[in-house]
């Protein structure tokens, strides 16, 4: 391919995901590629970042937290689905990483890592002490700063049904 062949929205997509990947704080993931999801066993829980794709080409990304337990019950695990940005606090209604320009694209890969290390990595770790979670869940949702955004998600419900040890 030469200089003057465009790159497809999936292929600048893609080498968006391929260096956000390749940071070495990422390197307990393992990169499905078929899936395009980065993920993350632990004795109850599977983390995953998963890569999605807009109609426009920009890029979504989204974090994804299952529980082992949940799913021997209920055949999904998941507790816990939202976009990344969405742990943020720059979260507005609709937030795409547009990828299509190469001053943009260097632009979103770094705010991307570093929305990853400063957010996801974080709320990944917060599983690691199930029952104060649960407690924090059951008080105010798994995500404090925005206000009734999983008040009545049935994730969050089964979440705090099957680990909440509370009245």
Same mark, same amino acid.
């Given at each position: 391919?030469?200089?003057?062949?465009?790159?497809? *929205?999936?292929? &600048?997509?893609?080498? *968006?995901?391929?260096?956000?990947?390749?940071?070495?704080? &990422?390197?307990?993931?393992? +990169?499905? #590629?078929?899936?395009?999801?980065? %993920? %993350?066993? @632990?004795?109850?829980?599977?983390?995953?970042?998963?890569?999605?794709? @807009?109609?426009?080409?920009?890029?979504?990304?989204?974090?994804?937290?299952?529980? #082992?337990?949940? %799913? #021997?019950? +209920?055949?999904?695990?998941?507790?816990?689905?939202?976009?990344?940005?969405?742990?943020?606090?720059?979260?507005?209604?609709?937030?795409?990483?547009?990828v299509?320009?190469?001053?943009?694209r260097?632009?979103v890969?770094?705010?991307?890592?570093?929305?990853?290390?400063?957010? *996801?990595?974080?709320?990944?770790?917060?599983?690691?002490?199930?029952?104060?979670? *649960?407690?924090?869940?059951?008080?105010s949702?798994? &995500?404090?700063?925005?206000?009734?955004?999983?008040?009545?998600?049935? &994730?969050?419900?089964?979440?705090?049904?099957?680990?909440?040890?509370?009245?």
């Amino acid at each position: 391919m030469d200089h003057k062949t465009e790159l497809k *929205a999936s292929d &600048l997509r893609q080498l *968006a995901i391929d260096k956000i990947i390749a940071t070495p704080f &990422l390197n307990d993931f393992k +990169y499905l #590629k078929s899936r395009k999801v980065l %993920k %993350k066993e @632990t004795k109850e829980f599977i983390f995953e970042i998963y890569f999605g794709a @807009t109609k426009y080409g920009a890029l979504k990304v989204y974090i994804i937290v299952e529980s #082992k337990k949940i %799913k #021997k019950k +209920y055949n999904t695990g998941a507790c816990f689905h939202s976009e990344l940005i969405a742990l943020t606090k720059k979260y507005t209604e609709n937030r795409d990483y547009l990828v299509s320009t190469e001053a943009e694209r260097e632009r979103v890969i770094q705010e991307i890592i570093e929305d990853i290390y400063t957010f *996801a990595l974080p709320f990944f770790k917060r599983f690691e002490h199930v029952e104060i979670l *649960a407690e924090q869940v059951h008080n105010s949702g798994f &995500l404090p700063h925005r206000k009734r955004f999983d008040k009545f998600n049935p &994730l969050t419900k089964r979440f705090i049904d099957f680990y909440y040890q509370g009245e």
